[in-house]
Structures are given as structure tokens and as C-alpha cells.
């Protein structure tokens, strides 16, 4: 999942979250990291499913997203797995999703963590929770379009 040219690799995706949740809008933003997490999202250990974004304090937070401690390097060094990331985003970006999220039902939640250009980032999406009739007709949806395409190949 590399592009060479880009510098882009998706390191972690979050699928839970797709289907749990419907996306209104993604936001990219950077990731306050220590250097032992960096080494082990280049390793690619790395859980989204848990994970959600908070404002507090004109800040925007990235909370219960697991990066496992780096193998090699001594324990010394090395980070708790779930503590608290600062996301950053311009205050502007922060402003606009405060507003949002104080509406009723809509949450952030972590889609995706990437590689670009060497920086570490997190594709945010302001989200709505489906219920569970919503989920099952996604369900529904996907089954017919597969059903289309296998028509279609015959």
C-alpha cells in the first residue's frame, strides 16, 4: 500500500469505524508522538478500533488508540500504550468541529493512520452513530451490488 512517489503508506485502517458509524467529514491532522511510538507505527502496531478524539481547551485529543511498545528498544524508553496524544489541527479546523461535535450524536473518531512525507497522520472523521437498522441495510447494499457484479461476469 506504498506509493513510492507520494511517500504515502497506510499504516493502520480503521473498518470498524465505517460501519459503526456514518462519516460526515474527514479531517487529516498530526500526531504528537515520542520517539519509541514512531518506531513502532513504522512497524505498523498500531489498534484504531477503540479510539476517538476529543476538544478540551481549544486542544484536540486522541484518546484509547493502542501503539504497542517498540520491541528492541530497552523498557526504559518506552511509552504507555494508550495514553493521551495531542492531535494537531489548525485552531481554525478546531473551532469548526467544536461547533459540530457539540451537536447531538456527533463524535470524532480516528478512520485511518498514515505515512506522509515521513510525518505521522490521522485521517479524523466527524461521525454519527448508526442504528442497527441503518447497518443492516449497508449489510443489504453490499450483498446486492456483489450479486450485480457476479451477474455481470457470467
Do not use: C
Amino acid at each position: 500500500m506504498a506509493d513510492k512517489q507520494s511517500g504515502y503508506k497506510i499504516v493502520a485502517d480503521n473498518r470498524q469505524a465505517r460501519y459503526e458509524y456514518e462519516i460526515l467529514a474527514t479531517y487529516e491532522a498530526g500526531v504528537e508522538l515520542k520517539g519509541t511510538e514512531v518506531k513502532s507505527i513504522r512497524a505498523g502496531k498500531v489498534n484504531l478500533r477503540d479510539g476517538f478524539a476529543l476538544i478540551r481547551n481549544g486542544e484536540a485529543l486522541l484518546l484509547n488508540v493502542h501503539i504497542s511498545p517498540h520491541d528492541t528498544t530497552g523498557s526504559y524508553f518506552n511509552h504507555d500504550p494508550r495514553r493521551t496524544r495531542k492531535l494537531l489541527l489548525h485552531k481554525e479546523e478546531i473551532r469548526k468541529l467544536v461547533g459540530q461535535v457539540d451537536q447531538k450524536g456527533l463524535t470524532l473518531v480516528p478512520l485511518r493512520m498514515y505515512l506522509k512525507g515521513g510525518w505521522v497522520k490521522v485521517a479524523i472523521g466527524l461521525a454519527r452513530g448508526k442504528k442497527l437498522h441503518d447497518k443492516r441495510e449497508d449489510l443489504k447494499r453490499k450483498q446486492d451490488q456483489r450479486d450485480m457484479e457476479r451477474a455481470l461476469k457470467r
